[in-house]
Nanobody, 123 residues
Framework: VQLQASGGGLVQPGGSLRLSCAAS????????MGWFRQAPGKEREFVAA????????YYGDSVKGRFTISRDSAKNVVYLQQNILKPEDTAVYYC?????????????????WGQGTLVTVSS
């Protein structure tokens, strides 16, 4: 499976964006998918994940209630809907995949990574 993230850009505080992660490969539906982000000078942090069994979701505390992760297995795409964006959400966002059925917030648990898409929240 190869991952391609897109949808980043410049948005004002309070605005919205929808990130997409397109996956190639026939076994996409059997991967738990995650989004991570890395701001300048900071460690890469967990944002959200969705499991391939049951479609369970989990969010980092800083985005809970504002971001929504979803997947369209027929299109091989995972989305991250970002609402009420804040300047501190500015980062490069990466999608990642793991064959583990349980959701993990740990970077090391994810085997595959996309190239990242930049989100800038600024007025």
């Amino acid at each position: 499976v190869q991952l391609q993230a897109s949808g980043g850009g410049l948005v004002q505080p309070g605005g919205s964006l929808r990130l997409s992660c397109a996956a190639s490969g026939r076994t996409f539906s059997r991967y738990t998918m995650g989004w991570f982000r890395q701001a300048p000078g900071k460690e890469r942090e967990f944002v959200a994940a969705i499991s391939w069994i049951g479609g369970r979701t989990y969010y980092g505390d800083s985005v809970k209630g504002r971001f929504t992760i979803s997947r369209d297995s027929a299109k091989n795409v995972v989305y991250l809907q970002q609402n009420i964006l804040k300047p501190e959400d500015t980062a490069v966002y990466y999608c990642a995949a793991t064959t583990k059925s349980l959701i993990s917030t740990m970077r090391a648990e994810y085997d595959l990574w996309g190239q990242g898409t930049l989100v800038t929240v600024s007025s």
